[in-house]
């Protein structure tokens, strides 16, 4: 999305960009398509790494100017660690890292060769290839002025992999490309400032899916009301922005009638707590308050650009929690889509809202295989578990076990903490079937026990990304606020347990 960097694939004799890359194993090992460019290379390379104190560990780096002979301006000497431990290398975070150090605007060719004269296999120059796309993206839209020197976007703007079999390469790059446009998608959705990115808005950028062949439904406060989803509707009731509900649906699979997996996120396009007001230092983050709805959108662009081979359903509940004269209020009881009975404690409890209905809808419309759902839910799982992992709840060992996995491959990371009925009891109301707040201990947990009570027998998992969904950190692929965490997540979720093989 704002990422302008263009990838191509040649063989090693290709013609190179302004920067050549080579990756160098410890002892200053050079691939030899390398070494073969020039006969001095190597020992440039041994002064160089002897001044720098470059020990080629795993992701340094080391620029050069080019020796004559070789047709580029600089070299860019990367560690890739140890000849035999190469297996362990993380290639997307090497991508990642590798990308910031790039001069920006500029053709860069990258040596796909190991020092042993072994070709990179094709998935560690896709994983290189998505790291870098990763990590270049930067939010510019709203930047009028330029600073002297800077282009619009960081890094290169071509980088051509030099690889054995550029063919195969291409290949494996088509669907790494697609997941990383998901990510980027996500993260636009993210950063868009709330006065752009509206419920009706936000609608209309899910609706563009429908090019990649995603069956898109877009419901109007009229159908949610004849739907019931009265929860959802009264924590948009206060704003001056139309509640919507997008439902898409990706048909993948070889039998367009087996039993979808479904994914639900929660999208309040901005959370200023409703007339439970939050304070003013940091509200404006709340524009972030629906990362996990782009991750959903992220996930389904991410699913029908690659073609899986699996049917899913994206469902997104879309409302902006404002004050005033038609907001609820704290003591208001709203019935829900499933009938149960809801006592509002605190308005700004109000994430659960919007997805008791849209779960309940998914899960009896669409009777999934499983459901995960993604919610900036609580400010509590940045008290427990910081930035780093996301809090995962479940009511399926198997389906906690199968993210747990995916987390440990892709990076992000979960999580599991309880669900049980001795905290069911806090959410309990005096005068509803339950009430939206239990009370300051365990936040998290009751947010997620209230969640449970809409999903039926449906295995399920909430995936709290309070933490890891905005506001984030720079890592070695990211450098924007909104992160898109969760779109290469479920992605292989997807790819690992639930494609047609
Ligand atoms: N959107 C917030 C949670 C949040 C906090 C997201 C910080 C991202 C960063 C949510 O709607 C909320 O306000 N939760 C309350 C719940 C409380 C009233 C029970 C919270 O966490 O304080
Ligand atoms: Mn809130
Ligand atoms: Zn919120």
Redesign the pocket.
Known sequence: MTSSLKFAFADFQAELGATLVIPVAEDLLLPPAAAALTPGLQALVTRAAEAERFKAKAQATLVLLAPDGVPVERIVLVGVGPVDARAKLNWLTLGGSLCAKLPSAKSVSVLMEHATGEAFSVDDVADLALGMELKSYSFERYKTKKKDGEGAEPGPSLVTLMVANKNTAKKAFKSREAIGSGVNLARTLVNEPPNVLFPSEFAERAGQLEKLGVEIEILEEKQLRKLGMRALLAVGQGSEKESRVVIMRWNGAGDENEQPVAFVGKG?TF?T?GI?I?PAAGME??K??MAGAACVVGLMQALAGRKARVNAIGAIGLVE?MPDGNAQRPGDIVTSMSGQTIEII?T????RLVLADVLWHVQTTYKPKFIVDLA?????I?VALGQEYAGLFSNDDKLADQLSKAGDLTGERVWRLPLAAAYDKMIDSRFADMK???GRFG?SIT?AQFLQRFVGETPWVHLDI??TG??SPNTDTNRSWGSGWGVRLLDRLVADFYEDK
């Open positions: 309040v959370d707590g439970s939050k983050d709340m972030g308050d929690n605190n700004d409890a109000e994430g900036t839910l609580t400010g509590a940045l939206n707040t239990g936040g947010a309070a933490g905005m506001s």
